[in-house]
């Protein structure tokens, strides 16, 4: 299942779409598998007249889970070294978030090749909810 | 985090998987291809911030203490966290994580930093490191999380 690095060049990019008009029930499928259960990802009413937000939003590591996937179903499995984002604009109910990742570089390290890799994950109106890099160990 | 025992276990991996809506059976058919090629069943990447399941301060409520969320009224109580956001997430993966590792976590704190925000008003960032052990003592996943507390909430551009 993993890419071979003599059928990769730089350039090459692959688009996925990740989650699809985003429910709040997933927010709380996040909460209950991550363990993180702060009320603004679930609890409407505390995050609405308490928090000052104008809605529960998802967890930034929903996000990045959801990213993943398109590391992993491209790269395969267990070839990801290297995950690292920065959380750029929330993600709300309803959002529908499509990921792009493109090879930046292709390397030797030691007798392994090694791809490095930009990866943005935009929302429905373009805007970019994550954006980072990944690396992963390629077949030769 | 620091976590005494954070056990990887096949049901925690599924529904993590579930929630992240990552499809892939490596992460719940042992008899799948995926599983197979990598010797058994792996968790996701990001799934070590399931920890928080393990973490005796995870942000979660507990009998016989006042939860900050919504009950009869709008907040049952003071908030209990701090309130920061996630800024950043970076994982260095040693070797892959699988259904069956236990492991330990410790954690480092990093760097303090501000800056100002239109958005959010002043900025105070700061960044944990959380190193993941096998029963081995090896290392299998080193996590870099940044945490921002803003001055006011953050709202939606546009």
Known sequence: MALRASELKVGDSKTMLVADNLSRTQIVMYAGASGDYNPIHSDERYTVEVAGYPSVFAHGMLTMGATGRLLTDWLGDGRVTDFGVRFVNQVWPGDTLTSTATIEAIRSEGDVMMADLSIVTVNQKDQPVVSGTASARLDP | ?158
Request: no cysteine.
């Open chain 2, 1 to 158: 985090m620091a976590i005494e025992r954070f056990p990887v276990e096949a049901g925690h991996v599924m529904l993590f998987a579930r929630a992240v809506g990552d499809p892939n059976p490596v992460y719940f058919d042992p008899s799948s291809d995926g599983a197979r090629s990598m010797g058994g069943l792996i968790a996701p990447p990001t799934f070590t911030m399931a920890g928080q399941q393990f973490d005796g301060d995870g942000v979660r409520p507990r009998p016989g203490v006042a939860w900050f969320g919504s009950g009869r009224d709008s907040s049952g109580g003071e908030r209990a966290t701090t309130g920061a956001l996630h800024a950043e997430q970076h994982f260095k993966y040693h070797r892959p994580l699988r259904v069956g590792d236990v492991l330990t976590a410790t954690l480092r704190d990093g760097d303090t930093w501000s800056k100002e925000s239109n958005r959010g008003g002043k900025l105070v960032f700061s960044e944990h490191i959380t190193d993941y052990f096998d029963e081995g003592g090896e290392l299998v996943v080193t996590a870099r999380m940044i945490r921002v507390i803003t001055e006011r909430p953050v709202t939606p551009e546009g």
